[in-house]
């Protein structure tokens, strides 16, 4: 083998000089984009270790609120008389506060992993402020009535001194999930 020159040597050298200064150049690059995923993956898992500690801290806050619903939230037994039960007990809520029911509509029940419902579909008339007293009737804790959709404004087209107001809502009434039989 043939012994190198002073020019090739330099040649050589610059080659392996400049394959080696570009392969730090592309590692450093993957070193940095790897170092700044990594930091807001920590800063991730940082701020939901927070979020979970926090959880963890207030777990007695929520195993008295499951204990309570347990003990309280009705059971779906007949699906048709709750429904019954439902418009019944709106309707008479309303009698009292005197409000007009315009529609009324009975949904499907709905079944979810947590919870079951009954709902209806109600349009309102009556003052203001007796619709939101109807409102504040029917969301009692103890009733487990959730608004589900909720439509409010002025009839402008009424020809009386204080315009009523119309009132377009779902309500549902919460029910305590039917428990699992493993098979």
């Known amino acids: 083998m043939a012994r190198l020159n002073k020019k090739e040597l330099r040649l050589v050298i610059m080659f392996v000089s400049t394959i080696f200064f570009a392969l730090n150049v ?3 690059k993957r070193y940095i984009t790897a170092l700044s995923i990594a930091r807001t993956q920590l ?26 619903l347990d003990a309280h939230q009705p059971v779906l037994d007949n699906p048709g008389a709750a429904q019954g039960e439902l418009i019944e007990t709106l309707q008479s809520v309303a009698r009292d506060r005197g409000i007009k029911i315009l529609e009324q509509t009975i949904m499907e ?10 709902s209806a579909k109600l349009k309102l008339s009556a003052r203001m402020e007796d619709i939101v007293a109807w409102l504040a009737d029917i969301q009692a804790p103890e009733r ?11 009839d402008m087209t009424s020809k009386e001194m204080e315009l ?20």
């Open 43 to 68: 800063a991730s898992y940082s701020s939901q270790r927070q979020e979970i500690d926090i959880l963890l801290s207030d777990h007695e806050y929520w195993e008295e609120r499951q204990r309570w």
């Open 144 to 154: 487990f009535y959730v608004i589900n959709q909720l439509s409010l404004s002025l």
């Open 109 to 118: 029940p709905s079944i979810q992993p947590h919870f079951e419902e009954i």
């Open 26 to 28: 592309t590692a450093l």
């Open 164 to 183: 009523p107001a119309l009132c377009t809502l779902q309500v549902g009434r919460l029910y305590s999930p039917k428990p699992v039989i493993p098979q």
